[in-house]
């Protein structure tokens, strides 16, 4: 919702970033928080936001970046990464997110918004190299494809407020750690994501990527 950051800053997105979507998806996401903010202040709706980084972990659809890489890796093909690899992503294990939310509903301000973020700044092109080098292959056995259209180029939360007045903090402050914990999900539950991964690399191929 918030677009991109320049790679060569140090800014990172706050509560009070103004919303720049880059997409339609994105847009609809902004809009839907302006129609909460609206409600919040017209009608006394009890409201929180929150707006969190990338997710990764168990369960995640193959379609995503992180599990689409570790079920290739699975599968004998390569990792396949958008453009030079170099588009930032803030990775947030899931567990960390739902926690925050809960922590958020349960003790966050009415009409307040809420970034949730790990500090977990990765390029894709680190996230996939150091994929393969956890599941024991050569950090550059993957191949570069078509980039997405209207990539971002970097994605950075600032989660001071809801660490400071809520005293959230991220177990997988480690972001190698939980990223291994991810693959040995993958790993285990293949019944669960097997079904799914062929019709989804069918659809990337239609795309080039």
């Known amino acids: 919702m918030y677009g991109d950051l320049r790679l060569d800053e140090p800014e990172r997105f706050t509560e009070a970033t103004a919303y720049n979507p880059s997409s339609p998806y994105s847009a609809t996401k902004a809009g839907s928080d302006h129609l909460v903010r609206a409600w919040v202040r017209s009608f006394d709706v009890q ?7 990338n997710n990764y972990g ?49 003790e966050g301000k009415i009409g307040e918004t809420y970034l949730i973020g790990a500090e977990g700044e990765r390029t894709n092109r680190q996230v996939v190299e150091t994929i393969l080098e956890l599941m024991g292959q050569p950090h550059d056995a993957y191949d570069h494809v078509t980039d997405r259209a209207g990539h971002d180029l970097r994605y950075a939360i600032d989660s001071t407020k809801l660490r400071l007045e809520l005293g959230w903090q991220p177990i997988f402050s480690d972001f190698e750690a939980g990223l291994a914990a991810t693959i040995e999900w993958y790993q285990a539950n293949q019944a669960w994501w097997r079904p799914q991964k062929a019709k989804t690399e069918d659809k990337y191929a239609l795309q080039g990527q």
Request: aromatic fraction near 8%; include cysteine.
């Open 58 to 106: 168990p369960y995640q659809h193959v379609e995503k970046f992180i599990p689409r890489q570790i079920t290739n890796v699975l599968n004998g093909d390569r990792p396949k990464v958008y453009g030079a690899g170099l588009n930032v992503r803030d990775w947030i294990h899931v567990d960390d997110h739902s926690a925050a939310v809960l922590l958020i509903t349960a």
């Open 47 to 53: 409201a929180t936001l929150s707006n969190c980084s």
